[in-house]
C-alpha cells in the first residue's frame, strides 16, 4: 500500500520492478527519497520464500537503505531477512523489530477491535 499525503492506493507490485507496464516505475523508484516526499510504504509478506523474494528489486532497494522492519514468527531456514535478523518460531504477536537507530529489539504487538 503506497500512501501520501493521506490518500491510500492499493498496488500490486509485479516481479521485476514494473509496475502496471512502467519499468523502474511504481513505489521502487521514490524509496531513496522516502522521507523527502512523504512517502510511507508498508511491505507484508508472507515467510514461506521470503528468503528468494528479497532479491526482488524494491525489496533490494529496501534491504539497501537499511529500512526499518518487524520480523515474525516464521521458518528460520528461510534465512536472514532484515538487518541480519532470522525468522524463528514464536508466540503470536511476538516480533523482532530492527532499525538502524535502534539495533534489534525483541517487541510484542497488540490488536484491538475498532470502535465506531
Not at 13 to 30: T, V
Not at 32 to 47: E, F, I, K, P, W
Request: no cysteine.
Amino acid at each position: 500500500m503506497v500512501r501520501r499525503r493521506g490518500v491510500r492506493a492499493r498496488r500490486r507490485l509485479r516481479p521485476g520492478g514494473h509496475h502496471h507496464g512502467q519499468p523502474g516505475g511504481g513505489p521502487g523508484a521514490l524509496l531513496a527519497q522516502a522521507r523527502d516526499v512523504g512517502l510511507h510504504l508498508v511491505l507484508t509478506r508472507r515467510s514461506g520464500g521470503a528468503g528468494r523474494a528479497m532479491y526482488e528489486p524494491v525489496l533490494q532497494s529496501l534491504r539497501d537503505l537499511a529500512a526499518p522492519g518487524l520480523v515474525l514468527s516464521g521458518d528460520p531456514d528461510e534465512g536472514a531477512l532484515i538487518g541480519g535478523v532470522r525468522p524463528a518460531p514464536a508466540v503470536p504477536g511476538r516480533a523482532h523489530l530492527v532499525s538502524r537507530s535502534a539495533g534489534h529489539q525483541v517487541v510484542q504487538l497488540a490488536w484491538s477491535p475498532p470502535t465506531l
